[in-house]
Nanobody, 127 residues
């Protein structure tokens, strides 16, 4: 079992930045693809970003490309999401997730591909 705990959310003005962290415990996540999703009020989960086990490959949703950066520190069992140039449309609960299936070279973007989820952290961007 893997437990994931997100932190770093909060209230920020448009144009500002936040860095989310995802701390894993129970098992090393160094072999797992890690992803970030978000869910705005009344809407479905939406893929944000994913990173390969080594950190050598990343993939982003078009809506955040160039503004968000996903990274990881396997030695510390941590995953990060640096969010810059935030927009009101980025307001959502952000979730960290781990995919335990062997990496095939393709970073998963669907919710059902991920096996472990954190409880989420709220990000609110004011205009």
């Amino acid at each position: 079992q893997v437990q994931l705990v997100e932190s770093g959310g909060g209230l920020v003005q448009a144009g500002g930045s936040l860095r989310l962290s995802c701390a894993a415990s129970g098992r090393t996540i160094s072999n797992y693809v890690m992803g970030w999703f978000r869910q705005a009020p009344g809407k479905e989960y939406v893929f944000v970003a994913a990173i390969s086990w080594s950190g050598g490959r990343t993939y982003y949703a078009d809506s955040v490309k160039g503004r968000f950066t996903i990274s990881r520190d396997n030695a510390k069992n941590l995953v990060y999401l640096q969010m810059n140039s935030l927009e009101p449309e980025d307001t959502a609960v952000y979730y960290c997730a781990a995919e335990t299936a062997p990496y095939t070279g393709v970073l998963a973007t669907t919710r059902r591909s991920y096996d472990y989820w954190g409880q989420g952290t709220q990000v609110t961007v004011s205009s």
